[in-house]
């Protein structure tokens, strides 16, 4: 293949397309209560598998490093909300306890 190029844009398309499709379709209609009140939960359950295996896996020096980040964003999220800021929130908490 001398050119990635006509690879790229498909795979390109078959990424954007199954994505695209259902937002043009669904922008109109209006959403069952449940079904909505289910879509709002999926980014909290995404990070949540992202980062889970490092939770529950920590090196043995990081347990307490760990057990304070995550209490940090548990804390963070319960009264304020959000993904972006409790996860940076357990990052900086993290970085302090590691260089004090």
């Known amino acids: 293949m001398k050119?990635?190029?006509p690879l790229i844009i498909g795979m390109m398309?078959?990424?954007?397309?199954?994505?695209?499709?259902?937002?043009l379709i669904?922008?109109?209609r209006p959403l069952h209560?449940?079904?909505r009140r289910?879509?709002?939960?999926?980014?909290y359950t995404a990070l949540s598998v992202l980062i889970v295996r490092g939770i529950m896996?920590?090196?043995s020096d990081m347990r307490l490093v760990?057990?304070?980040g995550i209490s940090a964003a548990a804390i963070y999220s319960w009264f304020?909300?959000?993904?972006?800021?409790?996860?940076?929130?357990?990052?900086?908490?993290?970085?302090?306890?590691?260089?004090?």
């Open 66 to 68: 760990t057990l304070a």
């Open 38 to 43: 289910f879509l709002l939960y999926i980014p």
């Open 80 to 100: 304020k909300g959000g993904l972006v800021f409790p996860v940076l929130l357990s990052i900086i908490t993290a970085f302090i306890l590691l260089h004090v």
């Open 26 to 28: 669904m922008t109109e």
């Open 33 to 35: 209560p449940l079904l």
């Open 13 to 23: 398309a078959v990424t954007y397309l199954p994505r695209l499709i259902p937002l």
């Open 3 to 5: 050119s990635y190029l």
């Open 57 to 59: 896996q920590p090196a």
